[in-house]
């Protein structure tokens, strides 16, 4: 078995990349190592390591976008499994194996030999993604994080603060957008924002479908009617904590294979911390699946509960 660490340095606080090399060095297996310069090296490095055609293990070694890239590089060869070594800040698609998923995902020698399991992948325009696909003012606040980050007095926080501020109070919550998925006609009507689970976390702690599993078959769908600012401030935090159930008249669930959306201007659209932008955008389950390998112990199972669409918002 082959065993190919993809680190992304510039992942992670100042010193992660050091310390993670004195892990390696210990390690009683063969491996080998390789570093990402920019976007699109991590998905080179697996498409490369994929082709070889021997079976492989590929550790990426940053945060979700990192994994994106692998998965997307290794998706469909089932000589092929992927991990998350969480090296970066967020890593939200590992919260789903619970809060001590750090530190079992840095015990390496139990990461290498641990068990694996297809996964399903959501299909963006093409693009594929592991975890969460959101569209509408949650994906406007991340893709604009990054215009504060370089802000030399702004913390990490503190530049998602003054994205939020700029998007909530100045720019507007809600867009006018077409969206279908299932049964649920939406026509070109605001809408705060539309969410696709596969797996349950994101945004860097929001757990908007606490039922969603990556191996059901099942996508997981919320789209948020428009809400002026006081009720999206009320909201935000039942949203974050799925309990969505509880507000029917505020937010449609659906459960299914596939959402489409579009709009007359351009729509906003984040996949695993990736910014996409487009004006018409096809979401589905992928035909293609993803191993993926976790350590002896770990747990990403959660029982599935159900949620139907109100009858009154059947195409109309």
Known sequence: MRHLFIINPAAGKKGSTGRLEAMLDKLSFDHEVVYTRGKGDARRFAEEAVRAGEPVRIYACGGDGTLNEVVNGAAGCAHAAVTNVPKGTGNDFL??????????????E?????????????????????????????????ADVHR????????????????????????????????RMGEICWEKRPASLLCICNGRHYGGGFMPVGEAMPDD???????????????????????ARGLYQQYPELILAYHGQEVSFSAEEQI???VDGEVIRDRAFTVRLSEKQVNFFYP?????????????APDDENCR
């Open 217 to 239: 078959g099942v996508l997981d769908m919320l789209l948020v009617r428009k809400v002026g600012i006081i009720t999206f401030m009320r909201l935000v935090g039942k949203y």
């Open 148 to 179: 504060y980050k370089d802000w030399w007095f702004v913390s990490g926080i503190g530049a998602y603060i003054l994205s939020l501020l700029e998007n909530v109070l100045f720019k507007g919550i809600a867009r006018p957008m077409t969206v």
């Open 95 to 108: 919260k789903i194996f619970g809060p001590d998923y750090r530190e079992e995902f840095y015990n390496l």
């Open 296 to 308: 002896a112990g770990a747990s990403y199972q959660r029982k599935r509960g159900s949620s139907d």
């Open 110 to 142: 139990a990461l290498a030999v641990g068990p694996e399991t297809p996964f399903d992948l959501i299909d963006c325009n093409s693009h594929l993604g592991i975890d969460v696909v959101c569209a509408g003012v949650d994906a406007r606040i991340a």
């Open 268 to 270: 906003t659209v984040v």
